[in-house]
């Protein structure tokens, strides 16, 4: 195609935010230069800085500017710690919902001597990203967890049929580029009608993917296995709150937080880079932080926006960017203390550039 071009929105979010999504986005740029895609990056204010500057974590405008992009890099957000003002809302479940960015797309992987737990994990859990239990999403208007009496909350889980075969869909098709077996975690022995609905979509869906091998296994069972034996699944489905646990639990097997990368995807050819990990306030500022899952987040961006829009050269950056990484990893002095590293971000990034 005639100058390959994307066009992506930065927002870097809070805390290590200021130091692991500029380092993301000096990987991709060097990355991209190198296979003659042309990136235009747009930064845009979000978090305690949009706060302070513009009175509002998401400011006015924001959503509707994004949308008009191929996609975004969001930094971690450290929410918790805003201070109960208007305009200081949590942003990303608002960007996710918006953009119908149900499906959270989270790979783990072991990499040698970072001190991974167990060194034969490769596996993808894809989380239901826009229903479920979290009640900043679960609803059009109003909350989905409430207190009628002070001695009472009642939280309302929300599982839909739409929902439920969607995301299953997209655990398929990644099931199927991949080792063609595909795991649905559930607990319907006790959920019977919610978790029993989504078992039912997936298993519908599944018919139209014949090559895939599905098998079932309940959440508590599966946080034992991912211990035990993680080399036994490939791609994972589940709904949102499982998900979100079973991902943590398994980027603790492959060293902490700081290797867990993600990306939020729809059904159209708009994305959003998200890592799993917080915003760790307790290290910003300091240089330390790990930006292996930013920027492999980053990655996973222009990879799938290349092969969405036909785009060959956003896919041969990614495919540098993992070359990239992968070379750093294996570089004690360059990469981060959490994994067993003698470096910083600084030292990290440049090693990945220097190895695309």
Not at 37 to 52: E, F, H, N, S, T
Not at 174 to 180: H, I, P, Q, Y
Not at 209 to 217: G, I, L, Q, R, S
Not at 331 to 345: E, F, L, M, P, Y
């Amino acid at each position: 195609m005639k100058d390959p071009h994307l066009v992506l929105g930065v927002l870097e979010g809070d805390d290590i935010g200021h130091e692991v999504v500029p380092a993301s986005v000096q990987v991709a740029s060097a990355a991209a230069e190198q296979h003659g895609l042309r990136i235009q990056w747009k930064p845009m204010p979000v978090g305690r800085r949009a706060l302070d500057t513009h009175g509002a974590t998401l400011p006015a405008g924001t959503l509707e500017t994004l949308a008009t992009y191929d996609g975004f890099v969001l930094g971690p957000i450290g929410h918790r710690e805003y201070p109960k003002v208007p305009g200081a809302i949590n942003p990303h479940p608002i960007m996710r919902k918006h953009f119908n960015l149900f499906a959270n797309v989270r790979p783990t992987r072991s990499y040698p001597d970072i001190g991974c737990l167990r060194d034969d994990v490769d596996l993808v859990i894809v989380r239901e990203n826009n229903e479920g239990f979290q009640p900043d999403r679960n609803v059009v208007a109003g909350s989905g967890e409430f207190r009628p009496s002070e001695d009472m909350t009642i939280s309302v889980r929300v599982i839909t049929r739409k929902g439920s075969d969607r995301v299953a869909r997209v655990a398929l098709a990644l099931a199927r580029s991949r080792r063609k077996k595909l795991t649905v975690v559930h607990k319907n022995t006790v959920f019977k009608l919610g978790c029993g609905m989504f078992v039912e979509e997936c298993l519908k869906a599944a018919k139209d993917f014949p090559d895939v091998e599905v098998n079932e296994v309940i959440v508590d069972t599966m946080a034992m296995r991912l211990v035990r034996d993680p080399h036994n699944f490939d791609v994972v489905v589940t709904t949102n709150m499982f998900g979100d646990i079973l991902t943590d639990e398994a980027a603790g097997l492959v060293g902490g937080l700081g290797m867990a990368p993600g990306l939020c995807i729809g059904d159209g050819d708009f994305a959003m880079a998200q890592a799993t990990h917080g915003s760790a306030p307790d290290i910003a500022g300091q240089g330390k932080a790990n930006p292996y899952a930013m920027v492999d987040s980053t990655r996973m961006l222009l990879d799938w926006l290349g092969r969405r829009k036909n785009i060959p050269q956003a896919v041969a950056a990614a495919g540098s960017m993992e070359r990239g990484l992968t070379a750093a990893l294996a570089d004690a002095k360059a990469r981060t203390g959490d994994i067993r590293g003698q470096g910083n971000t600084e030292s990290f990034t440049r090693a990945v550039i220097g190895n695309l």
